[in-house]
């Protein structure tokens, strides 16, 4: 077993930018903000907690990434922005999200409150769901699981076909497995940087 853990002087370095725009608006933040900011790289925040690994097939062991820091990560040139003419997500519900109506419901109201409050001054918009036999995507059965998977990529296509004219991006959301190729297992979700859509299940 082995612990994650980044100190607080690591995680300020990291995610706090030197860029003169950015730097200009965290100066208008008001003091709750800033209480908020600060003591979200506290030892004892929930936010940055210590990460358990279990075992080597543990995803972050399993599937080494290279560090990117929020310099890197605002620089991208791959990154997307929202602007006057696109500037609202999109949530588009795949299959049943529980186990009635009602509950399906709440969960995707729970969602875009979620989505409101962690982009905020963007819009967030609900697309009419579909059954999943509207992506005319490909399927399997897992073989370890049983569980019906669809294919992930093209559930990607399947979004972006369907993104509206107003749409930083498109999201799908289902309670299904989703494989991105027939050698993997499973993926939690897909994303396209360039095409402002993704998955998660």
């Not at 080597?56 to 602007?83: L, V």
């Not at 709440?106 to 989505?115: A, F, Q, T």
């Not at 967030?124 to 399997?140: N, Q, Y």
């Amino acid at each position: 077993m082995q612990i994650v853990r980044h100190s607080e002087q690591t995680l300020k370095t990291v995610l706090i930018s030197k860029n003169p725009a950015l730097v200009a608006q965290y100066e208008k933040l008001d003091a709750g903000e800033r209480r908020l900011m600060n003591e979200a790289f506290l030892p004892n925040s929930d936010l940055f907690g210590p990460i358990t690994l279990h075992s080597k097939s543990d995803w972050i062991n399993s599937h080494p990434e290279a560090p990117q820091d929020f310099e890197e990560f605002f620089n991208d040139p791959y990154r997307k922005t929202p602007s006057a003419e696109k500037h609202s997500i999109y949530i588009q519900c795949i299959g049943s999200l529980g186990n009635t109506r009602s509950v399906s419901e709440e969960y995707v109201k729970w969602l875009k409150g979620y989505c409101e409050a962690f982009f905020y001054g963007l819009t967030v918009k609900l697309l009419e769901p579909v059954p999943v036999s509207a992506t005319k995507c490909s399927f399997r059965i897992n073989d370890d699981t049983q569980n019906l998977q669809i294919h992930a990529g093209q559930i990607l296509k399947f979004l972006k076909k369907r993104k509206p004219e107003d749409a930083f991006c498109v999201v799908g959301i289902t309670m299904i497995d989703l494989y991105p190729r027939d050698s993997w297992n499973f993926v939690f979700g897909q994303a396209s940087l360039t095409d402002g859509a993704g998955e998660v299940d």
